[in-house]
């Protein structure tokens, strides 16, 4: 069943208590999207370094939006493999292009992140959305 990948930038402004995006990124939490364990690993290190959380808080809200997901997508050497062709023909960052090959590996057909261009076809079968727009 294809599905729905969010991007980090989603699980931190699911976050951000009185933030404008908030909403917005709880709606798309709420719907149990796909992610990696690189989202989770973001999300992690930015809970961590830039909003002060202690590991157990850390803890908490991985092991409880984990949970929330229709399902984690693994990292493997596959999927850096996919994520250098596709920095190589999009041009995009290495570690967005292991964001987009999880995606892929997971048959999602859309790609919620604000970093990306909205709107952009990756492979004839995946779209990316900034649903901040």
Do not use: W
């Not at 294809?2 to 709606?27: H, M, R, W």
């Amino acid at each position: 069943m294809p599905g729905e990948f969010v991007d980090t930038n989603i699980v931190i402004y699911s976050l951000d208590k009185d933030g404008p995006k908030q909403q917005n990124a709880l709606v798309l939490l709420a719907d149990k999207p796909v992610m990696s364990v690189q989202v989770l690993s973001e999300t992690a290190n930015i809970m961590r370094r830039k909003l002060g959380f202690d590991i157990p808080a850390i803890r908490a809200v991985i092991n409880r939006i984990s949970q929330e997901c229709l399902s984690i997508q693994s990292l493997s050497l596959s999927t850096l493999d996919n994520a250098i062709d596709i920095a190589g023909r999009y041009g995009f960052s290495h570690y967005d292009s292991l964001i987009i090959a999880a995606a892929l590996q997971a048959d999602c057909i859309t790609l919620y992140s604000e970093d990306m261009q909205h709107g952009q076809i990756i492979e004839n079968r995946m779209m990316v959305i900034n649903p901040f727009l």
